[in-house]
């Protein structure tokens, strides 16, 4: 099974910076994406980035700008960059990773296409 763990998150204050990092378990297959998600209370889990196998990036609406996703794949290091942060991107933050063929269809921030999960680092950035 493939194992991932967050690190990076905690409190900024607005305008601040954060660089969340995954470090995923030595896998035999090349992952065909991996990504971040976020989910505060009572919202759906929302996707942030994702970088796919060829090294093509997606993000979403609200982060495009600030945000920045890297892979070391020497490391199998999954990174997030955050800058500038706002209130609106407190959340709960993991990382994914999808190991097995999906249809096409589904969009590359999509819960629907990651099948591991890390368990979560809190981000917090106050006004």
């Known amino acids: 099974a493939v194992q991932l763990v967050e690190s990076g998150g905690g409190s900024v204050q607005s305008g601040g910076s954060l660089r969340l990092s995954c470090v995923t378990s030595p896998h035999k297959y090349n992952p065909y994406a991996m990504g971040w998600f976020r989910q505060a209370p009572g919202e759906e889990r929302e996707g942030v980035a994702a970088i796919h196998n060829d090294g093509n990036t997606t993000y979403g609406d609200s982060v495009k700008g600030r945000f920045t996703i890297s892979q070391d794949n020497v490391k199998n290091t999954l990174s997030l960059q955050m800058n500038n942060l706002k209130p609106e991107d407190t959340a709960m933050y993991y990382c994914?990773?999808?190991?097995?063929?999906?249809?096409?269809?589904?969009?590359?921030?999509?819960?629907?296409?990651?099948?591991?999960w890390g368990q979560g680092t809190q981000v917090t950035v106050s006004s």
């Open positions: 994914a990773v999808q190991t097995m063929r999906i249809s096409p269809t589904v969009q590359a921030l999509s819960v629907m296409r990651y099948n591991y």
